[in-house]
């Protein structure tokens, strides 16, 4: 069995042979896109791809805070109120129409 620095060589020994085939290989690669490129009459504007029109997302004003809506309801218990809207809380029980906030007029 190995040890541990022998297997540091090897690593080291194949991450060199890896980085030689790949520079090979990429080199390789290239030429055969210039050839394509050439054999279709293309360019690098070509390749990129081409802008889209409008603006891009996430370019827009920032959208304005809505102000909260007023409480409807209030639990004379905790204090606690909700406007009516979204998921209705476990203390107004069946009866909402006990909890009902007088409007001032």
Do not use: C
């Not at 890896?18 to 290989?25: D, G, K, Q, S």
């Amino acid at each position: 069995m190995a040890t541990y620095k022998q297997l540091l060589v090897q690593k080291e020994a194949l991450e060199a042979q890896l980085a030689e085939v790949r520079a090979t290989e990429v080199a390789g690669v290239i030429d055969h896109i210039r050839t394509l490129m050439e054999q279709y009459g293309l360019s690098g504007e070509d390749i990129q791809g081409k802008r889209r029109r409008g603006r891009p997302a996430g370019s827009g004003a920032a959208k304005v805070a809505k102000e909260p809506l007023p409480p409807k309801y209030r639990d004379p218990k905790t204090g606690a109120t909700w406007s009516g809207r979204g998921r209705a809380p476990a203390w107004l029980g069946r009866n909402p129409n006990r909890f009902l906030i007088e409007e001032a007029a």
